[in-house]
């Protein structure tokens, strides 16, 4: 079964410039998962979707990042305009009906 | 303040040594469960807890959730180079919460 899939792998940019990640969850799972992790510390949830809703955008800096799942399977998430602080691991992750989650390996993205 | 506070941070081990990290929290907690991460790769999960004073084992891993089910503990006997990685524990508390992880490095 493939697992969680994320592209790009890296992205360096500068600031203020835009960015984008795209996830394809496992097939079948309706609950998808964006998270931020900064080096040194655990994965913190930005958004999560439950098909294309919204369950859970409490943590996402809405100012700057937006997240959409159009079709229920596959999301984007985009920065704009990005910060130096944004520079981390991006990490997709996906379940069925809520049990255990799987991760993707991540985006690392670099703000210059 | 973190919800999950997680120690040691860093710990640096020769292969075949033991070694315990530890997860605490003032809040009580209906599950708790540990992942391990390898560099550039996304978390994977070990084990989920849910019993107050649960041991659960994996190979040479052992996990052990406190009695009161604030706290947890994993242990590692004989520790091998492909332990090597950051572990995390974490909870659904609403959502599922991460502490800042145990980063191991086992030497061969």
């Known amino acids: 079964e493939a697992g969680v899939a994320q592209s790009p792998r890296y992205k360096i940019i500068e600031k203020r410039q835009s960015v984008a990640f795209w996830c394809n969850p496992i097939?079948?799972?309706?609950?998808l998962y964006w998270y931020q992790q900064i080096l040194g510390q655990g994965p913190k949830l930005l958004i999560q979707f439950q098909n294309n809703g919204v369950v859970d955008d409490s943590q996402l800096p809405k100012d700057r990042f937006s997240a959409e799942r159009l079709k229920g399977v596959d999301s984007t998430l985009k920065i704009q305009p990005a910060k130096l602080e944004d520079s981390a691991v991006y990490l997709c992750?996906?379940?069925?009906?809520?049990?255990?989650?799987?991760f993707g390996p991540g985006t690392r993205l670099t703000v210059l | 303040t973190q919800l999950l506070e997680q120690s040691p941070q860093f710990l640096s081990i020769q292969e075949g040594e033991n070694l315990t990290v530890y997860c605490n929290s003032s809040?009580?907690?209906?599950?708790l469960q540990w992942y391990r991460q390898e560099p550039g790769e996304g978390p994977v999960l070990l084990v989920t807890?849910?019993?107050?004073?649960e041991v659960k084992k994996l190979k040479r891993l052992t996990f052990q959730f406190g009695d009161a089910r604030k706290d947890s503990s994993l242990h590692i006997t004989a520790a091998q180079p492909g332990d090597t990685g950051l572990y995390l524990c974490g909870t659904s508390y609403g959502k599922l919460t991460f502490g800042q992880g145990t980063i191991l490095t086992v030497h061969p």
């Open positions: 992750a996906s379940s069925f009906r809520g049990n255990e989650q799987f």
């Open positions: 809040s009580v907690f209906s599950s």
């Open positions: 097939s079948g799972h309706a609950t």
């Open positions: 807890v849910v019993t107050g004073g």
